[in-house]
């Protein structure tokens, strides 16, 4: 379920299983995440997940507290800086380091978990 | 024909039971009896009752976590699984123990020794299940049962009774942050080879030994849990509620094991009538208001045991007046001579036999044998038959000695103190 899924399609799996090709398209991922700007008003590629949802709002709240606040003030900040059309200052961008996917696991389970229910809710059960 | 039938059946479910030995299996302690019930149900019973908890809340939250997921499976897998087969998985928690039990029909133990097991072994104790799922339930536990002003004063009177160890509750007090690391720590030490036994009614010894072989054989470990010596405290207590019953409860307790001469005092003292809609022979029973409803309860433990009366009623004159009239009736209790120590040891027996008619009870009694208490049907109705009147009056009467233990809940301007009835 990739494509309807809360983390939208991918190919990354693909890529990463294949070494080569992973080393010639990781350069290319580094400078658009780079280019895409988001980092410069702070924010990390995992405040960008379309959190409208369901699934996704129960990822959230397993966030730890620390990690829902932090959350919050990156977003705080970056629409502060929507408001003033402006970037944060070049010391406050995110570091490429420290734009890590904090979400994403809490999110998979989640879906992992809906799939399950579905997976169990359309059994069919037949005899040994 | 069919007389002889149920007699010879009755007779051999009596030696199947009394062949339940307990025999240690990778360390676990496994007891099985088949009395050949249509359905099986097999127990993990835990030393890790909330005497044992290291911070209050989180026995609870250990037996909240029981049947969420684990490393095999999911926590809607177990339960559909479990659904799928058809069987029932409950938990239930006391001041000593923890038991985990699934019931289910002969034939699907494999099944149902795994899910257990794999809560044992291989629990996530994940933090957003402690969120979603655990703490919520916990709370409303916690909730309805407090909301019961009869549990709230039994629960308060063992904290009197016992202060540390057996006072500590088996429901998370309101207030109180229980983290899944803490649960984690305390399975830890918990679910450990000696602190564990397996029990079984309506399934063979050998099959359930081999199951627990092999899924409880990895487990090690020696468990770290401890709990202090009871010992008994006493006081009095005020509790201001409203919307419920007017409840007093008056009791006594004792550390040690719990004695014969307990049992009797009990039973002399139970208001409870053997036939319906008779007032009952207790001395309690005779004088009674109208209106009020008064229980006896005898708890014992491994190492103490608590007995009271609790007292319930919509008008706290006249829970004042049964309180006196049951009290006097503790006070007369010490000397018991004649023919009333025989019928209250008659009812002590019958009282003992019967603690045994049901499945859990039978768990239970499994559960203490394996678990090392030495309280087994056949020694208890011995020890009940060597009563005899001078033994009863000087165990009644140092019992009776005992500061006593007193708690009001409801409307605590109006519900009497310890004193005025005459403690």
Redesign the interface.
């Known amino acids: 379920m990739v494509l309807a899924g809360p983390l939208g399609p991918s190919l990354a799996p693909a890529i990463l299983k294949n070494r080569g090709l992973y080393r010639w398209v990781k350069p290319i991922a580094n400078w658009y995440a780079d280019l895409s700007g988001y980092r410069k008003v702070g924010y990390k590629y995992d405040d960008l997940i379309m959190e409208e949802r369901d699934d996704v709002q129960r990822a959230i ?2 966030l ?1 507290p620390r990690e829902a606040y932090d959350r919050q003030f990156r977003l705080k900040q970056a629409s502060h800086c929507s408001v003033l059309h402006d970037v944060l200052p070049k010391e406050k961008w995110t570091k490429a380091e420290e734009d890590v996917r904090y979400l994403k696991p ?1 999110v998979e ?1 989640v879906e992992q ?1 809906e799939l ?2 579905r997976a ?1 809710d359309n059994m069919v ?1 037949s005899k040994k | 024909m069919l007389a002889s039938r149920s007699s010879a059946a009755r007779s051999a479910s009596r030696i199947a039971r009394n062949f339940a030995t307990v025999v240690d299996t990778a360390g676990v302690k496994v007891a099985a009896v088949d009395n050949g019930e249509p359905t099986s149900a097999v127990t993990f019973l835990v030393k890790a009752g909330s005497r044992f908890e290291s911070k209050p809340g989180v026995a609870h939250a250990l037996k909240g976590f029981a049947f969420k997921s684990t490393e095999k499976r999911s926590f809607l897998g177990t339960i559909r699984e479990a659904e799928l087969y058809g069987g029932v998985l409950s938990t239930s928690l006391t001041r000593e123990h923890l038991a985990l039990t699934a019931e289910f029909l002969r034939g699907d133990e494999p099944l149902f020794v795994d899910i257990l097991s794999s809560f044992v072994k291989s629990a996530k104790y994940t933090r957003h299940e402690l969120d979603e799922y655990v703490a919520p339930v916990c709370e409303a536990e916690s909730t309805t049962a407090f909301s019961n002003p009869a549990v709230r004063a039994l629960d308060l009177a063992h904290l009197l009774a016992f202060r540390t160890g057996l006072g500590s509750s088996p429901f998370t007090t309101p207030g109180t942050h229980v983290s899944v690391e803490d649960v984690k720590a305390y399975a830890q030490n918990a679910f450990t080879p000696g602190n564990l036994a397996v029990l079984g009614t309506g399934i063979d010894a050998a099959t359930l030994q081999k199951l627990v072989e092999q899924s409880l054989g990895s487990l090690s470990g020696a468990s770290t849990l401890s709990s202090s010596p009871s010992s008994y405290f006493g006081g009095e207590t005020r509790i201001e509620a409203h919307g419920a019953p007017e409840t007093i409860f008056i009791g006594f307790g004792t550390a040690g094991a719990p004695s014969a001469e307990l049992a009797v005092l009990s039973a002399h003292l139970d208001p409870t009538p053997t036939i319906k809609w008779s007032k009952g022979l207790s001395p309690i029973a005779a004088n009674l208001p109208a209106g009020v409803s008064v229980k006896s309860v005898l708890l014992p433990y491994s190492d103490a045991a608590l007995y009271g009366i609790v007292i319930q009623g919509a008008d706290t004159e006249r829970v004042k007046e049964a309180g006196k009239v049951a009290v006097a009736a503790l006070k007369a209790a010490g000397d018991l001579k004649g023919d009333d120590l025989k019928k209250a040891v008659a009812k002590a027996k019958f009282d003992a036999a019967s603690a045994l008619d049901g499945r859990d009870n039978v768990l239970f009694a499994l559960g203490a044998q394996a678990l090392g208490s030495p309280a087994s049907l056949d020694s208890t109705i011995s020890n009940l038959d060597k009563v005899t009147a001078t033994a009863y009056h000087k165990a009644a009467s140092s019992f009776l000695k005992a500061k006593p233990t007193y708690v009001a809940i409801g409307d605590i301007k109006r519900l009497p103190y310890a004193d005025e009835l005459g403690l």
């Open positions: 709240n397993r730890t809490h389970s978990e399950e229910r169990w059960v």
